[in-house]
Each structure stands twice: as C-alpha cells, then as structure tokens.
C-alpha cells in the first residue's frame, strides 16, 4: 500500500520543497525585521494546502480505480497537475514577491535593511536614520508607521515595544519645505498619547510625531 502511495507522496514533497524554497527568496533581511513571524506563520499555510493536496489524491486515487486508469506516468501528470493547482494561489502570490524584493527590489530593499538597528528604548524593537522618503514608504507598506507628506527627507524613527505587553514608544522625526502646511497635535486617551510638533531649523520644517502607550 506504501510503495503504491509512495509516488503521491514524492509529488506533494517536491511542491513543499518548491513553496518553501519561493518563500525563503521573498522573506528578506528587510522582510524578517518588520514581519519576524512570516516564515513559520507561512510555511503552516504551505503545510495546509499540502495537507489538502494529499486528501485531494487520494480521492483522485480512487476515481482512477473507476476509471481503470492504471498508466502511472498518467496517475503522477494528473496529480501533479492537482497539486498545482491546489497550490496555485501560493506559487502566485510567492513568485510575485520573488520578483519584486529578490529581482527587482533587491539591492534597494537591502539598503533600507542596513539602515535599521535594534531600538533600545523598550525589549523589543527597531530604529532607522537618515531614510528617504521612499524607502520609508516602503516601510509603511509592510508595517503599520503613519504615512507622511512626499516631500519629507532626512526621516528618522525610533520604536520600541514590550511584546506581550500593549505598551508601545514610536517617535518619528523628519524635515519639510518651510512652506509645507504642519498640523500640531495634541491628544490623550487613558494610557494613550499622541502629539505633534514643528520648529523651524536651516528654513525647514523639523516635525516630531509620537505615540505612546504605557
């Protein structure tokens, strides 16, 4: 019975072999330190969709009796075609990463990455100097930091967090064209606070925002 299922077996292996190697190339240096959970997290999805991928063939077995299919280079095309095709949002979603942060992004992303120390403020956390405004963009789109006008440069932050704790320090700094319109803001809510500020330096704008929970 083993030696029969052996050849299914070897199909959904070589498919986790493949996601699980699209997903080491798309989880970047930049990728762990914002999202240090993805590989286990992710690689638990490729566990599920091969768990469904076997399920999925031995149905297919069994249809395969019904029909008296007994080529096996047809049984192994057809199942190999099933597994992909199970898998087919994940080779989608992975391989477009792949070309964004390891082709085409690759080096930019590794500029930013440089850029990023550990933040000493609380147990955990990260900060970043000197970030351009398109690298810090690139940030936003892979935390949650609060988006800031186009013409900012020179942008620096500081974030620090308990963990299991909800208390949480982000203070974020950056400069702005004198003419460029600043809100400041004020605002405390129970252990929640949030501000924001501006003074003029070298006929800039410097604007300091943070947020604090405690």
Do not use: C
Request: proline share 3%; charged share 20%; net charge positive.
């Amino acid at each position: 019975m083993f030696k029969k299922s052996l050849k299914y077996i070897i199909v959904v292996t070589v498919n986790l072999i493949l996601l699980t190697v699209l997903l080491a190339l798309w989880t970047d240096e930049l990728e762990l330190i914002f999202n240090d959970w993805v590989r286990p997290r992710e690689f638990l999805k490729i566990l599920g969709f091969s768990f469904v991928s076997l399920i999925a063939i031995r149905i297919l077995v069994s249809f395969f009796r019904h029909r008296n299919i007994s080529k096996t280079s047809s049984k192994i095309k057809i199942a190999t075609l099933l597994t992909f095709l199970i898998s087919s949002y994940l080779y989608i979603d992975y391989s477009t990463k792949v070309v964004s942060n390891f082709i085409v992004n690759r080096q930019f992303r590794n500029e930013i990455a440089y850029k990023i120390k550990p933040s000493k403020q609380l147990a955990n956390g990260t900060k970043g100097d000197s970030l351009t405004i398109k690298e810090y963009q690139q940030i936003t789109k892979m935390y949650w930091f609060p988006k800031i006008p186009v013409e900012a440069s020179n942008i620096q932050y500081n974030y620090g967090y308990d963990g299991f704790l909800p208390d949480y320090s982000f203070t974020l700094t950056y400069d702005l064209p004198i003419q460029i319109k600043v809100d400041t803001i004020s605002y405390i809510k129970g252990d929640f606070s949030k501000s924001q500020s501006f003074e003029i330096i070298d006929n800039k704008k410097r604007v300091t925002y943070s947020e604090y929970e405690q």
